[in-house]
């Protein structure tokens, strides 16, 4: 299984709900990552977790909760979201220890298309 | 922060002709990677770069890690319509370090 599974793939949600975003991988990496991807731009890193802990949240608004419950699962918790916030939402995984291998780099999930309103 | 200037921002081109797109920074990396995004899909690994110099293919696709360490060029040999998609490249300065991602080059290719 060399997949990182995303779920759901399209999402609509008021500015009042709460939602949960998930990813999945059994490749037995140790790095998890949530991405944002606004249209016609680069994925741009929200949170890195690193053995299950955060180790990097880019300056996230606290409306953008994470989660890791163990080495395969990665939740995006989601409370009371603006309208810019919708966009594309990217999940990856990585073996923890980077080694200058292509079977190493991070694999990407199809994303959640996350639409506010 | 570190920048990755891509270039061209797209390009329409004739089933069967060549392509080439490059990204440039204005500091050094230790790893050039391309990846290529299918409309509504998440980004694919093309090729990965670890050393400067390196040319590396991928079936029609070649990329090469630029001497200086700033720069990384992707071309892609007879083009076909099913290369139309983004192709972003990212560099990484050590292991412990996050991707930059480029622009994007946004390809579209003529039957």
């Known amino acids: 299984d060399t997949e990182v599974t995303q779920t759901p793939k399209h999402l609509v949600m008021g500015m009042t709900n709460k939602k949960s975003l998930k990813c999945e991988q059994h490749m037995g990496h140790r790095a998890m990552y949530w991405y944002k991807q606004k249209a016609k731009k680069p994925p741009e890193l929200m949170f890195v977790?690193?053995?299950?802990?955060?180790?990097i949240n880019e300056s996230v608004p606290s409306r953008f909760s994470p989660e890791c419950p163990n080495s395969s699962l990665l939740n995006l918790h989601l409370h009371a979201l603006q309208p810019e916030d919708s966009a594309l939402y990217l999940c990856?995984?990585?073996?923890?220890?980077?080694?200058?291998?292509?079977?190493?780099?991070?694999?990407f999930g199809q994303g959640t298309r996350l639409t506010v309103v | 922060g570190q920048q990755l200037n891509q270039s061209p921002q797209s390009m329409f081109i004739q089933e069967g002709e060549d392509v080439s797109m490059n990204c440039t920074s204005s500091?050094?990396?230790?790893?050039w990677l391309w990846y290529k995004q299918d409309p509504g899909e998440g980004p694919v690994l093309l090729i990965a770069l670890y050393k400067a110099g390196e040319l590396t293919s991928n079936g029609r696709l070649t990329a090469q890690f630029g001497i200086t360490r700033k720069d990384s060029f992707l071309n892609i040999s007879a083009s076909i319509p099913s290369d139309v998609g983004i192709y972003f490249c990212a560099g990484r300065l050590g292991a412990g370090n996050m991707l930059t991602f480029g622009g994007g080059t946004r390809l579209m290719v003529k039957p």
């Open positions: 990856a995984s990585s073996q923890g220890l980077l080694k200058r291998q292509t079977n190493t780099e991070a694999f």
């Open positions: 977790y690193s053995y299950e802990k955060l180790s």
């Open positions: 500091s050094i990396f230790n790893t």
